[in-house]
């Protein structure tokens, strides 16, 4: 099975930033999209940004202007620059990744304190 192990998650005061990263481990097939979705207490997980093996992305209108996400397939790594971060980007941030299944980091904690 499929391994993601996220890291780069931490506390950082509002107009900071962070980099993400998550690698993926064990797959003996092509990883096609990589992703990465966030969770904040009380509220539903959404998706951040999504990569596919081509390099396309699609962004979450907040985060769209603020946040990168780039992947190095050679790796099977994905990233996530997040620049300028506000109070409200504080969640636990997962990430996501798809060959011929779907799997799951356990999650990093982001906090943007004001």
């Known amino acids: 099975q499929v391994q993601l192990v996220e890291s780069g998650g931490g506390l950082v005061q509002a107009g900071g930033s962070l980099r993400l990263s998550c690698a993926a481990s064990?797959?003996?097939?092509?990883?096609?999209?990589m992703a990465w979705y966030r969770q904040a207490p009380g509220k539903q997980r959404e998706l951040v940004a999504i990569?596919?093996?081509?390099?396309?992305?699609n962004y979450a209108g907040s985060v769209k202007g603020r946040f990168t996400i780039s992947r190095d397939n050679a790796k099977n790594t994905v990233y996530l620059q997040m620049n300028s971060l506000k109070p409200e980007d504080t969640a636990v941030y997962y990430c996501?990744?798809?060959?011929?299944?779907?799997?799951w980091g356990h999650g990093t904690q982001v906090t943007v304190s004001s």
């Open positions: 996501y990744a798809a060959d011929q299944g779907n799997y």
């Open positions: 064990g797959s003996s097939f092509r990883i096609n999209v």
């Open positions: 990569i596919s093996s081509g390099g396309s992305t």
